[in-house]
């Protein structure tokens, strides 16, 4: 089993829809989560944190459940500059590296 | 203030070719972490310094691959001699300190061996 497993999509949306995926991760001791953003052939950049029951920044939203061990990602009111793909990203407890998802992939149609 | 830089932004090499990447961190981050992507995997993680040392380099696939920051300031990751599947996206990071502290990726070399 992965330690960090997402769907990969693609996921296709009208613009203005609400759009939700999960993520869900092995180690039952990790603390942190975050979720970055990657536009294509770009970098990945921090999107939020997520150190307890959740997260809201805007139109977005992360959620965690300790219990069934996944985050989501929660985006209202999407916009065409949305369509990016989201990595679930969870630190490997003990030590500074981060372990990645493969990534969702999320097209925001007009 | 600058980001995390890389160099080359491409490079295409053949095999059996060595290749040095070049990362600069933001100024004054002590950590510098490097990553690959290859063609549909997801990230994952190679090694980590802080400051000139290697804190963890658990990632790194093989001993085909060097990665020295001497000074502790830019770091280089030398693959030689060069493979296939050597191909993918090596993305570098740094972070100011402390363990919590938010990793800031550089653009990306993306690597191309024929």
């Known amino acids: 089993r992965k330690e960090v497993e997402q769907d990969p999509g693609p996921f296709n949306v009208p613009e203005g829809a609400t759009v939700a995926f999960n993520c869900t991760y092995s180690?039952?001791?990790?603390?942190?989560f975050f979720w970055y953003r990657q536009d294509c052939r770009k970098e990945p950049k921090l999107l939020m944190s997520v150190y307890s029951s959740g997260n809201e920044d805007g139109r977005f939203t992360a959620q965690l459940n300790r219990a069934s061990q996944y985050i989501s990602l929660l985006i209202r009111d999407s916009k065409l500059s949305d369509s990016a793909t989201y990595l679930c990203v969870v630190p490997n407890q003990g030590a500074q590296k981060l372990v990645f998802g493969q990534g969702t992939r999320l097209t925001i149609n007009p | 203030e600058a980001g995390v830089t890389q160099f080359p932004s491409h490079s295409v090499i053949e095999k059996g070719q060595t290749v040095t990447l070049r990362c600069d961190p933001i100024s004054g981050h002590d950590n510098l972490y490097w990553y690959r992507r290859v063609m549909g995997k997801e990230i994952k993680f190679l090694l980590h310094f802080v400051k000139e040392s290697k804190q963890d380099e658990s990632g790194m696939p093989n001993n085909r691959f060097l990665a020295e920051r001497t000074g502790g300031t830019y770091s280089t990751l030398k693959v030689q001699p060069a493979e296939l599947e050597d191909s993918g996206v090596y993305f570098c990071?740094?972070?100011?300190?402390?363990?919590?502290?938010?990793?800031?990726f550089g653009p990306g070399t993306r690597l191309t061996v024929l």
């Open positions: 990071a740094s972070s100011y300190g402390l363990t919590q502290d938010t990793q800031y």
């Open positions: 180690n039952s001791a990790s603390q942190s």
